[in-house]
């Protein structure tokens, strides 16, 4: 698999911080970017936001502005997991790059990101997904795989789809093992099957009750 750093990108210059307002006005307002790093001498001191340029004075300096620079910012030898996180923490479509010596050294695009998720086995790979549901302070990843493994089921990977302070939800992935199995053993272990699938024989034979009581009520 393609490594993240490989989506390190510098089709555009990080804007000196020593230019007009003027001039980022003029560069921000062709790009679709919600922000864009700042440097002074290549050294990254924040990120400008495209909304908020729009209103700044174009006769200024950019760094009259420092004040509102966003901080945010990823290491080259970050996973893309804490990369993405750093997207959605930040409500923003692109990401600078320092490197161990906060030397900028580039930017990410959420597009790239995207494409990179893309990649994994968790997405590429054939499966089936299940969303379980389970009281938080109930609930075990631990247990979730010994699930799945206890089943001769193959997992290619989870992760916490919903939390609130009461229930959490879990979705997983799985390429190998009977699903009905599986889905019966979390119930057996107290999970809410929150997804919908064709194998479970539990809700099959609900359905099949019900229409057998609606025929009944109906004749």
Known sequence: ?????????????????????AVAQEFLGEL??????????????????????????????IIDYRYSFEKFFVRTNMVWLDVLEVFAQNHTNLVPVLDEENKYVGYYEISDIISFFNETPFIKEPGGII?????VLDYSLSQITQIVESNNGKLLGLFISEANPVNVQV??????????EIIQ????YNYEIISEHHEDNF??????????????LNI
């Not at 969303?131 to 009281?135: D, E, H, R, W, Y």
Request: some cysteine.
């Open 203 to 216: 809700i099959n034979t609900l359905k099949e009750r019900s229409d057998y009581l609606d025929k009944y």
């Open 32 to 61: 679709t970017f919600s922000h864009f790093p700042v440097v002074e001498e290549q050294i990254y001191i924040g990120s400008i936001a495209s909304e908020d340029i729009e209103t700044f004075n174009s006769a200024k300096k």
């Open 131 to 135: 969303v379980v549901k389970k009281a």
């Open 171 to 180: 979705t997983l992935k799985i390429n190998l093992g009977p699903m009905n």
């Open 185 to 188: 053993t979390f119930r057996r």
């Open 1 to 21: 698999m393609t490594e993240i750093t490989n989506y390190i990108t510098n089709d555009y210059k990080a804007i000196d911080c020593h230019e007009t307002i």
